[in-house]
């Protein structure tokens, strides 16, 4: 390889193993590339002197305790990070959220324990509602069937042709009666029920009286 | 003054950088470039042995074994505690520099992804954490009452071939820029290669070969100067 003097610095730059070879090569017939190289080689041997070596017994132990001490502090930091994490104040906004919907819900258990939820289906009755309405439907019946005596005789011999229809309809609606109260008791709180019962035996009174008025 | 004039009494021999470099940091060495295949193969094998040792370093400091950075003190400290007071200036700051690079490690290796080896990730740690203490010595030094000592100055050495010459290389390194001078003490002192260098200062090698030639050119015409001239700042390169 043919080594120019304008090739050093590149040579020098590059620092290619065979590129320098064939620069010493040259050098050796070349003051200014020689003198260069000769600088350049003892700044190298000058610097590699500057590498230091010196004992320091107390520098690992240092640097033990320091990293015991840093280790120590990462882990109570993460210990901490985790309570933080579970008291920081959003945790406390959620927590503050359940309690208020808990203690509106007690709130509102307590303050609507006494009201009837009629509301809920108007066609169901309570218990009490259901009571009133088979006392007032029991004194109803008496009440029919006191007019019912009043009228048997009449009925039992009808007459005239329409005393006669007026016993066809009662037994009509008896028969309907019947039934009626045969689904009630597989239903007491159905209002609808009861209230076609109510106008069953509004029907039966109407009858009964016309049949008493009848002439 | 004609840099032969003074480099004549040295007795300096003709030793460019032309042989692969003996130094370097375990795992990312290059192949040697040898003609014997077995040579090759077991450079190869040292290779792998070096990557692997070095990858259970990095696990076990990874996993917060005190075990693990003592290995890692033993393997690099002395090489550590050279570098750190070369670019700091006296031992004692270059030991709080170590120190403070091994509760780095400690801080931020779990986000040590393996993209270089453990070694050159060790010691880029500890060139940043020398010009962090750099720049906060200099901070200091502003503020009145308080002097910085030049960096690689009035450390005792034993006696060696070229002390005059190494004093004023020393003195004359604080004259190049921060990247010259890296580069410098990382190749030409402490023996590391170009491909190191590039990993530890995170650049490229072409630029690592680049910021070497530069220096030495620079101290190479600092070197020329008389003794007794007094630094003037930065220079740059003809």
Redesign the interface.
């Known amino acids: 390889m043919i080594v120019e003097c304008q090739n050093r610095?590149r040579i020098?730059?590059?620092?290619e193993?065979l590129e320098?070879?064939a620069?010493?090569t040259h050098?050796s017939t070349c003051v200014a590339c020689a003198?260069?190289?000769?600088?350049?080689?003892?700044?190298?041997?000058?610097?590699?002197?500057?590498?230091?070596?010196?004992e320091?017994p107390a520098?690992?132990p240092?640097?033990?305790k320091?990293?015991?001490q840093?280790?120590n502090e990462?882990r109570h930091f993460a210990r901490r990070w985790r309570l933080r994490f579970f008291a920081g104040p959003w945790q406390m906004a959620i927590a503050v959220a359940f309690l208020a919907v808990l203690t509106t819900s007690v709130a509102w258990l307590v303050l609507h324990r006494g009201e009837t939820p009629i509301q809920q289906d108007s066609r169901l009755l309570t218990d009490s509602a259901l009571h009133e309405v088979e006392r007032t439907e029991a004194a109803y019946m008496k009440a029919i069937g006191k007019l019912a005596g009043q009228a048997r005789p009449r009925l039992e011999n009808p007459a005239s042709p329409l005393v006669a229809s007026y016993r066809e309809k009662l037994v009509v609606i008896d028969a309907a009666i019947t039934e009626l109260r045969a689904n009630i008791e597989q239903n007491h709180s159905n209002t609808h029920l009861r209230l076609e019962l109510a106008a069953m035996y509004r029907e039966k009174k109407e009858t009964l009286e016309a049949v008493v008025r009848e002439e | 003054m004609e840099f032969a004039a003074l480099a004549l009494p040295w007795k300096i021999t003709m030793a460019v950088q032309s042989a692969p470099r003996e130094q370097g940091l375990p795992g990312i060495d290059e192949p040697a470039n040898s003609a014997s295949d077995a040579r090759d193969a077991a450079e190869a094998h040292r290779l792998a042995e070096a990557r692997a040792a070095d990858s259970a370093l990095a696990d076990g400091c990874r996993h917060g074994y005190i075990t693990a950075y003592e290995h890692l003190y033993q393997k690099h400290g002395a090489k550590l505690k050279s570098l750190a007071v070369n670019l700091l200036g006296n031992r004692h700051d270059a030991e709080d520099a170590v120190q403070e690079t091994f509760l780095k490690i400690h801080r931020s290796v779990a986000n040590f992804k393996g993209e270089s080896s453990f070694s050159t990730w060790v010691y880029r740690i500890l060139v940043n954490s020398c010009h962090d203490m750099r720049r906060k010595k200099l901070r200091r030094q502003e503020s009145p009452g308080e002097e910085l000592e030049p960096a690689a100055a009035h450390e005792p050495q034993a006696p060696k071939a070229n002390p005059g010459l190494r004093l004023t290389i020393e003195r004359s390194l604080t004259r190049l820029s921060l990247q010259q001078r890296d580069v410098f003490l990382l190749f030409e002192v402490e023996g590391f290669r170009h491909s190191e260098i590039a990993g530890i200062l995170a650049i490229s090698e072409a630029a690592s070969k680049n910021a070497l030639f530069q220096a030495k050119k620079n101290l190479r015409l600092m070197l020329t100067e008389p003794y007794s001239a007094p630094p003037t700042g930065p220079r740059t390169c003809p």
């Open positions: 610095n020098l730059r590059d620092a193993p320098l070879a620069l010493e050098a003198r260069e190289l000769t600088a350049w080689s003892a700044i190298s041997a000058a610097a590699r002197e500057m590498q230091k070596s010196w320091s520098l690992w240092r640097i033990e320091a990293l015991a840093q280790m990462s």
